[in-house]
């Protein structure tokens, strides 16, 4: 299809311009109008662009669910720049599937509004107080729930958490505002809501209870246990592939004729499994795909240490030996090689089956998922954030293979590949800008390493006592070494050839 991102022919996405869309482009069946609120989500991104808000989307499309709509929101001053895009064009994406043999888009309405950014938080905390609002999700990435890597209990000591407990009705957390919220809430009668995290982390319904309820506590322990007692934080799991949006995802959106200041790109392939624990009621999400299970943890194991601990098996090699995209990675011979024995090998033996899956066959279809051609998703995007993602992703898989015997000496090689991408360079000598919260340290580190291994896995934070696991720790010291003295293509083939 010929690029009118220069033309004039492009329809500007608005609720008014909905139907000159061209006619291959899904649209709204709904009356936008009378969609009313039922849902805040913080954190309002591509992943829930075309993963939750696409599910009630959907069942709106079958005149269901109509009083459930979205409203966005969001805490950090960089939020203020996705508010601007959507507001300005009525709070529609274009969702543009990428299947590796054809491409379709569709327009998702299921967001109505998005709450202006501002310090205190008061307009959102005044928005969740209202009667309407019977569930507030978010995804606000893996690392931002204030988790004591210690302990992994609630870390009291973080500034933010500070001022949050200090000044619980001006907060700057997303979670200072659901207490402020629910403090409203109990005072006026409105009563609880659920609290939904779609989040990548395992028991995340647990996790986030964890953190509104100790904050709540820091102030006001009596709404703390109000809070324990009737709000309701069911676990869940979510999984679909969505790219950032970058110059390529805006020229395709152009393709299709649509004017979309921030079109969402995804993968063929959605799953949402969630425990059915929803204190004020929730949308029939079952009757279009969502499955309700009281096994949620069966389904995020797999899917954590399969889908994104092996996202981490391929970015870092990747980000080393300069790979750019997820892709390309898996189309590079070792790199596919390493995804395919680590996981088969040493992740799959710790994973239990769900209904209808085993850990093997899932792996073959995350190995399909990888390989799309047509998501251009990035190593780098995939590599963020290692110090919490190797801690959420990988680390449990070494553990699990310490406890049961099974082989750890891939894992270890992903760790060591890990050590060597955050000293900072390529092995081509181009340089990998800082890619994670605690970039500073880790490079430290990193450096350090060279010389002395352990160093690395003296980061109790991220490693507890597996620096002194003698079948790890080995492992991971000969392969540090052999990556710095021959390469990591080297090394990767040294292990591939066991």
Known sequence: MEDQSQGTDLVKLSNATLSELP??????????????PGIVHIGLGNFHRA?????????????????????????????ATMRQKLVAQDCLTTLIELDPSSSFAEVVGSMIDFLPIEQGNGQLIERMARPDIRIVSMTVTEGGYFIDPANKGFDPTHPDIVHDSRKPNQPKTAFGAVVAALRLRRENGSGPFTCLCCDNLQGNGDVLRQTVVSLARMSDPELADWIDLNCTFPNSMVDCIVPATGPNELALVHQFGIGDQAP????????????????????????????FTDDVHGYEAMKIRILNGGHQVISVPGEVLAVKTIADCMKHDLISQLFTKVATEEIAPSVKPVLGTTPKDYVVLIHGRFSNPKIVDTTRRVAFDGSSRHAGFVIPSIRDGLTNGTPIKGLALIEAAWARMCQGTREDGSTIEPNDPFWDELRTKANQARENPRVWLEMRQIYGDLADQPQFSDNFTKWLNLIWDEGLETAIATYLAQ
């Open 23 to 36: 006619e291959a482009v899904l649209r709204p069946s709904y009356d936008r109008a009378k969609l009313k």
């Open 51 to 79: 993963h939750q808000a696409w599910y009630l989307h959907r069942l709106m499309q079958s005149g269901a669910a109509l009083d459930w709509a979205i409203i966005g929101a969001g805490v950090r001053p960089h939020d």
């Open 264 to 291: 969402v790109t995804h993968e063929n392939f959605r799953q949402w499994v969630i425990e059915d624990d929803f204190c004020a009621g929730r949308p029939d999400l079952d009757d279009v795909g969502v499955t």
